[in-house]
Every structure is written in C-alpha cells, then in structure tokens.
C-alpha cells in the first residue's frame, strides 16, 4: 500500500511570497488532514477534510492560508502572502474516517523555509 | 479544551536502561490515547495505541497504559536500542475520525 505522499519535500521562499504544497493520501482514505509543524512543537491542526468537505478549519489562518479537497482525494494548501511565523513543516495525514480507531498515516512533510 | 502535556527532553540514556516519558491530558469525554514516533529524516508512524480506560497499547517493546484515575498516558520500555533515537510524541483523539491533538513532542538520544 502506497503511502501518504507530499511535495515538494522543501521550498524556500521570500516574504509576502506564495506557495503551494500538495498531498496525495492513502487511497480509500476518506479523512485528510492538514498540519503546521513548528520546529521544537508537537504538530498542529490546520484543517480536516472529510471526503472533500471542510469538516474543521478553525485553527486555520483564513487571511493567508488556504486548502482544498477537490473531488475528495488529493489536496493543496496554499499561503499567500507568507511570512517569516509560516517557517514550519506541513504535515499532510489520512485516515479511514469515522469508522476506524485514530490511527493517522502522515507524509514525509514539506518544510518551508521563509526569509 | 483537549490537550496533552508531556515531559520535556532532550532525554538521553545509555543502550539498555529504562526508559519512561511521562504524558498527561486534559479532555472533556474519553478520548482515545496515542504515541507517535518520528526517527530521523521520516515521517510520523503509529508507535500504540489505547481506545478505553485501563486499556494497554504495546509495540517494538514499548508500553502504555491508558489512566484514567490520574489522566495519564506514560510511555515505557524496558531496555532501549541505540535504535530507539527519535523524537516522541503522546496526542490524544476524541473520537474516532476527529484529529490529533499532539503534545510537544520528546527527543530521545540511546548511546551505546
């Protein structure tokens, strides 16, 4: 089984720049999952997509970042402008969906790197 | 809210010493409990896992168990390998499908 896959693996960019990433998870995987992984922090929750609906964004900076789900398989996340805070790692995750116990498959991540 | 707190590292031990990192949470119903392992240059990979109270989540030698008395979660291994070098993470799910909720996350260094 494929597993999650994310691209690309590193970006450097200038402030007020934009930048996309992209993430293909695990086939059949209803739930995605979007996460900022700040260098010496746990990973936080940006959005969730369940099949290609949003089904939490709340932690998601709305002004600068956006993601989406077309046709409930791959996703992009974009931020546009960045800023020198965006420096993270974005971890891209499935999961089965409501019917499995939590277990989340994540990507190798995309780190960006902004100057 | 839910959250999850875990001990600080770096943490480093000799090859074959007992190792514990301690994880407490904050919830409001009975989430599901979880520690995720990150060795170096990968991705995040399912160490174990515990679904209820009492419950036991072992793998590669670790182990967890899920208290719900003292709202706890703490990892631990018996013997760890120079193989076990990587950063640990404890989070915790409310329901099945909801999103992880992560703590900070714990180095590991083994020295041989």
């Known amino acids: 089984e494929a597993g999650v896959a994310q691209s690309p693996r590193y970006k450097i960019i200038e402030k007020r720049q934009s930048v996309a990433f992209w993430c293909n998870p695990i086939s059949g995987h209803a739930t995605l999952y979007w996460y900022q992984q700040i260098l010496g922090q746990g990973p936080k929750l940006l959005i969730q997509f369940q099949n290609n609906g949003v089904v939490d964004d709340s932690q998601l900076p709305k002004d600068r970042f956006s993601a989406e789900r077309l046709k409930g398989v791959d996703s992009t996340l974009k931020i546009q402008p960045a800023k020198l805070e965006d420096s993270a790692v974005y971890l891209c995750a499935s999961g089965r969906g409501r019917t499995n116990t939590g277990e989340l498959f994540f990507g190798e991540g995309s780190r960006l790197t902004v100057l | 809210g839910n959250s999850v707190t875990q001990m600080e590292g770096p943490v480093t031990l000799s090859e074959e010493a007992f190792l514990t990192i301690n994880c407490t949470y904050t919830a409001t119903g009975y989430p599901s409990l979880f520690w995720y392992v990150q060795y170096p240059g990968e991705g995040l990979q399912l160490l174990l896992k515990?679904?209820?109270?009492?419950d036991k989540g072992s793998n590669k030698g670790f182990e967890a168990t899920y208290r719900k008395e003292t709202t706890s979660f703490h990892l631990e291994k018996g013997s760890v390998q120079v193989s076990d070098s990587a950063v640990y993470f404890c989070a915790l799910s409310e329901n099945s499908g909801y999103a992880l909720n992560f703590g900070k996350g714990t180095s590991l260094l083994v020295t041989p």
């Open positions: 515990a679904t209820k109270a009492d």
